[in-house]
């Protein structure tokens, strides 16, 4: 079969209470950031951060437009081996999802899926298996350079060796077990380990829509070229990141390190991009938490977080019209390579997983 699947069924109300809940706590939070930056007690760093001129903030100013660029591009290479945007069109879906992450909820993700889904008719099982090759991607580039921030306290050999060494061995990773599991072989592998671990929770896993999904996303990430390439812009984007952190920190005084800016950054972008209830308030308690930890006085840091986040809202709500230009001329002019993630729905789930031994060839939908 060719049809696409199913549209997404809607969230729960229970769900949508929550979501809604957790984005006024973090409205909550940031009101009393906002409120703390403004004692008495941190006037100087106020002072400082007005004095500072117009090349310091320029400069953060383009860091947060690269950063939303950097990402769309990511999202392309990803993509581009089933089916082929415009990366200028990406870039402009991405600067309004970023934008609307300061909204209730997921609206960002939402109105991605459903613009990809609609406009450039792309399924929702794609638009879901996309994703999770970027978060994949993500956590390769990420994870070694946090782990050494987090366990040394100084940028030494140790620490250039796990940041530089650490992405590329993930990424082989990456690829090597994704080859292994992708497509009917892999279906049929992940089914026979099931049989042989016998555990009850692995056998319920395979029968639910989550691992459906994240089945496909095996078809992206064992495409060597997207995953290498998606990796160098993942590093570009966490020195991007990272670089926004050290401005502020210079306007305000702070003496960080490279390795608590590239954790501070890291981890603002992490829960931005992971959040279920938004990022206002979330990402930036978050955070300073997480300076708390590394060593950093968190009255020091709440200023220079506020002036990260303020340079990026204002960049994304300044360049909102031209993104939004952009996407209407890129709208429907992608061309869908196809392969087997393209061409097909969500593999079937066993009803009988543990009595009824796998067929030798999985009967995916096509």
Not at 77 to 93: E, N, Q
Not at 179 to 207: C, N, Q, Y
Not at 268 to 280: D, E, K, M, T
């Amino acid at each position: 079969m060719t049809d696409a699947p199913p549209s997404r069924p809607a969230a729960r109300p229970w769900v949508r209470w929550l979501r809604l809940a957790g984005w006024l706590a973090g409205a909550g939070v940031l009101v009393y950031l906002v409120y703390d930056a403004l004692r008495p007690e941190k006037r100087e760093q106020l002072e400082r951060l007005l004095d500072a001129g117009p090349g310091p903030i320029a400069a953060i100013v383009a860091l947060s437009a690269g950063t939303v660029i950097v990402n769309a591009l990511t999202l392309w290479v990803l993509l581009r081996p089933i089916a082929k945007l415009p990366p200028v069109y990406l870039s402009g879906v991405n600067w309004a999802a970023t934008l609307l992450n300061y909204a209730p909820g997921k609206l960002g993700a939402i109105t991605r899926a459903a613009w990809h889904n609609r406009l450039d008719g792309i399924p929702f099982a794609t638009v879901m298996a996309w994703m999770g090759a970027y978060f994949a991607v993500l956590a390769c580039g990420l994870l070694p350079t946090a782990i050494a921030s987090s366990l040394l306290d100084r940028v030494d050999g140790l620490w250039i060796t796990i940041s530089l060494a650490g992405p590329p061995a993930l990424a082989l990773l990456l690829i090597t077990l994704s080859r292994l599991f992708e497509g009917d072989a892999g279906h049929d592998r992940m089914h026979a380990i099931a049989r042989s671990v016998r555990l009850k929770p692995v056998t319920w896993f395979l029968r639910t829509s989550v691992y459906a999904n994240l089945h496909d996303v095996f078809a992206l990430t064992s495409r060597p070229s997207a995953v290498w390439g998606a990796l160098l812009l993942r590093l570009a984007d966490t020195a991007i990141q990272a670089a926004r952190f050290a401005v502020a920190s210079a306007v305000l005084g702070l003496d960080l390190s490279t390795g608590q800016t590239i954790l501070l950054g890291a981890t603002y972008f992490l829960i931005q991009a992971s959040s279920p209830v938004g990022s206002a308030g979330v990402r930036e308690g978050g955070t300073i938490a997480v300076g708390a930890v590394i060593g950093i006085e968190a009255d020091a840091l709440v200023i220079a977080t506020l002036f990260v986040t303020a340079s990026e809202l204002a960049t994304l709500i300044l360049g909102i019209a031209p993104a939004m230009w952009l996407v209407r001329r890129g709208a429907g002019t992608g061309e869908h390579v196809g392969g087997a993630l393209a061409r097909r729905s969500r593999p079937p789930t066993p009803a009988r997983l543990e009595t009824e031994p796998e067929p030798a060839t999985d009967t995916i939908d096509r």
